[in-house]
């Protein structure tokens, strides 16, 4: 049993978070495991013993999200591995989504997500051990698809702060991993999941039919297997040298490959005007 850990999963009750803990405790590990209602946790995985905690948490809560890292060191009194997994989809055109609704995806997928990061920092520093994994999206590295642009924008933040996390917290012998998933069989598609405009704008074509296809062509139908997901995330903890960048799936594969090869093509196709702005070399 020596090589079982203490897990933190954020988002625990649903989706990837909950093929993941049901793994981990399979596998006897420790978990803590978080959710807006600690009965939809236990609902979904069980009742409460001496290797799984539920804990009720409000992300974007400071002082809840602290009460949590607290019941955790209580409980089990380390933490070894960080999932920060809670977050949800938001489809609409930038016209049509109001403030309220942007800011709202980004407290949850953005903010949520560092405020765990915070208030767990303390502990792994100490431990001077840890690995923060940071659920991100395939659409934290493209995001050329038509009502995605707030959710792109809010796993753009999160590919960037985990890449300066990860220089951050390396000196402390603390790993971290950027996960981009694909299109994975969850209920993320779900119409009571996914969040759309309460104020649609007609003219939007694109976004409609992008909202259409997601909501009742693509949901349970998506290629990826959450449970295959969740064995490569204890795999890649056991690496002695973990990736910074873990895509899954072979759609976020390809799409990758994709914004690599536009990106290649963009800088040469325009490289005498990149490299044009520099000051001039005085004369010797």
């Not at 309220?100 to 915070?118: S, T």
């Not at 995605?148 to 796993?155: F, L, N, Q, S, V």
């Amino acid at each position: 049993m020596s090589n079982k850990k203490v897990w933190l999963v954020t988002g625990a009750s649903k989706g990837l978070g909950l093929s993941l803990v049901k793994l981990l405790l399979k596998e006897g590990n420790k978990v803590v495991a978080t959710s807006r209602n600690k009965k939809s946790l236990i609902d979904a995985v069980g009742s409460p013993d001496k290797n799984f905690l539920p804990v009720e948490t409000d992300l974007v809560n400071e002082a809840s999200v602290q009460k949590t890292i607290a019941q955790s060191i209580q409980e089990f009194g380390r933490l070894d591995v960080v999932v920060n997994n809670a977050g949800y989809g938001l489809l609409g055109s930038l016209e049509e989504l109001t403030d309220a609704e942007v800011r709202a995806d980004f407290d949850v997928n953005v903010f949520g997500a560092l405020n765990i990061i915070r208030a767990a920092m303390p502990v792994l520093r100490k431990q001077q051990s840890g690995h923060i994994i940071n659920i991100a999206s395939i659409a934290g590295v493209s995001g050329s698809w038509p009502g995605w642009g707030i959710y792109c924008a809010t796993k753009f933040a999160m590919t960037g702060f985990t890449e300066a996390l990860a220089a951050e917290v390396k000196d402390f012998g603390i790993k971290t991993t950027l996960v981009l998933p694909g299109y994975f069989r969850t209920n993320f598609l779900d119409s009571g999941s996914l969040v759309t405009p309460k104020q649609p704008i007609d003219a939007y074509v694109a976004v409609r039919q992008s909202q259409d296809f997601h909501l009742n062509t693509m949901n349970n139908q998506q290629q990826g297997d959450p449970e295959k997901a969740a064995s490569v995330m204890v795999d890649i903890v056991e690496q002695e040298q973990a990736p910074l960048y873990l895509f899954l799936g072979s759609d976020a594969y390809d799409i990758a490959q994709k914004k690599l090869d536009l990106l290649k093509n963009e800088l040469e196709e325009w490289k005498d005007l990149t490299v044009s702005t520099n000051y001039e070399l005085a004369n010797a």
